[in-house]
């Protein structure tokens, strides 16, 4: 029984001993780090790692970079140096700091990653907020930048150049030769079609470094009245295949709403809506790159009127208003022609005068009714009229 607790007892050291000395395992830090700013864009970081004399010819060997606030790696490297570019959104009260370790890959088992090592990277010059609405346009032979400078009374410098770690991308930057036009700054910037590019804005103080928002002029279009349509016709963008854009449109007709409408195009740049011709039409729109493509995008148009704002009166509404005024025109006719020839459909009034006569000659001499009517056989009146109270005439 002893010799059972004694086995147990042993087994037990063993396994902790193993586990202890597995975690004591881990490969060294890196060592020594320094780093300097190849330009405003790109720092170059370099340290040293003393490599354990124990671990296997067969282990592979990484070090791994991360954003320690982010805790999102950056890059794996086999050598211990670092080439990377950064932007002033980046930095946190001027400083960027990094996690560096080594991580061990196959063949090394047994070994795990080392401790980080902390780098603290200062910026070039203190980061500042040097302009505002910084807007770069694709034009058709080159690219246009604008923006407004928070501090008129500053000068700036505002240089650019493409992005990457080369010694060619270094080299590429350029100063942006600016001009003000209208209270905002403007410069032209010689670069490829489509290309990124990173922007640089100092003083004697600070600086900004960014990817601008690369947008394009908004392309005009036409409309084409074809039967019972509207065709809507866009001009060909200045950058990027035709497949790359998307055109989005809407419109008000008669004043209402209508939904907005997205077409993606390949050759034909052309879509028709169905057209009311007794409708003004107000349509705006604006274009974008598809998912597929790096975004860039236009701002919306203006409003392009289309259609007479007069009214315009529909079959429905022609036979709702004019019969009923030809059935009114019919019927004042038909009283008119009535009371113009009221003998030929019955009977005609008496003239006032005789009826006057006849009741006096009746009040005077009481001649019966039949005696009176034959004196007057030269005035033939054909009436209905009662002639004498209590008795039917006719």
């Not at 100092?202 to 039967?227: A, L, Q, R």
């Not at 449109?249 to 011709?277: A, L, M």
């Not at 009371?339 to 006057?356: A, M, N, Q, Y």
Request: overall charge positive; proline content about 6%.
């Amino acid at each position: 029984m002893s010799a059972t607790l004694q086995f147990v007892a042993f087994l037990s050291f063993a396994i902790v001993m193993a586990s202890y000395g597995e975690a004591d395992r881990r490969l060294p830090a890196p060592q020594k780090y320094t780093h300097h700013w190849a330009d405003r864009f790109v720092v170059v970081v370099n340290w040293t790692w003393p490599k354990p004399k124990e671990l296997p010819q067969s282990c592979n060997v990484k070090f791994e970079i991360r954003w320690s606030e982010k805790q999102q790696d950056v890059a794996r490297v086999e050598h211990t140096n670092f080439t990377y570019y950064y932007l002033s959104k980046d930095f946190t009260a001027d400083i960027l700091e990094l996690n560096i370790s080594s991580k061990p890959l196959e063949g090394c088992k047994g070994w795990n990653e080392s401790e980080p090592v902390k780098v603290n990277i200062k910026a070039p010059k203190s980061n500042a907020e040097l302009v505002k609405d910084f807007r770069c346009f694709y034009l058709s032979n080159d690219s246009k930048c604008f923006w407004t400078a928070v501090d008129p009374s500053r000068d700036l410098k505002v240089y650019y150049r493409f992005p990457g770690i080369e010694k060619k991308d270094i080299q590429s930057l350029k100063a942006c030769e600016a001009f003000k036009m209208e209270g905002r700054s403007s410069c032209s910037l010689k670069v490829e079609k489509g290309r990124d590019i990173f922007v640089l804005v100092e003083n004697e103080t600070g600086m900004n470094t960014f990817e601008p928002k690369m947008e394009i002029h908004v392309p005009k279009m036409s409309i084409n009245e074809t039967g019972a349509y509207l065709q809507l016709t866009w001009e060909k963008p200045v950058v990027g295949p035709i497949g790359a854009w998307q055109f989005c449109v809407w419109y008000k007709e008669c004043g209402n709403n209508k939904p907005p409408r997205c077409y993606t195009f390949s050759q034909h740049r052309t879509v028709d809506i169905p057209y009311n011709k007794c409708c003004r039409y107000e349509f705006q729109y604006n274009i974008s790159t598809t998912g597929f493509y790096k975004h860039v995008s236009s701002d919306t148009s203006e409003v392009i009127p289309y259609g007479t704002t007069s009214s315009c009166i529909s079959s429905a509404n022609v036979v709702a208003i004019i019969i009923p005024i030809i059935v009114c025109f019919c019927v004042i006719l038909s009283i008119y022609c009535f009371k113009k020839h009221e003998k030929i459909f019955g009977c005609t009034r008496l003239d006032p005068s005789v009826i006057k006569e006849i009741l006096n000659l009746n009040k005077e001499n009481k001649i019966p009714q039949a005696n009176l009517l034959m004196q007057h056989q030269g005035e033939h009146t054909d009436t209905c009229a009662r002639l004498v109270p209590g008795k039917e005439g006719c």
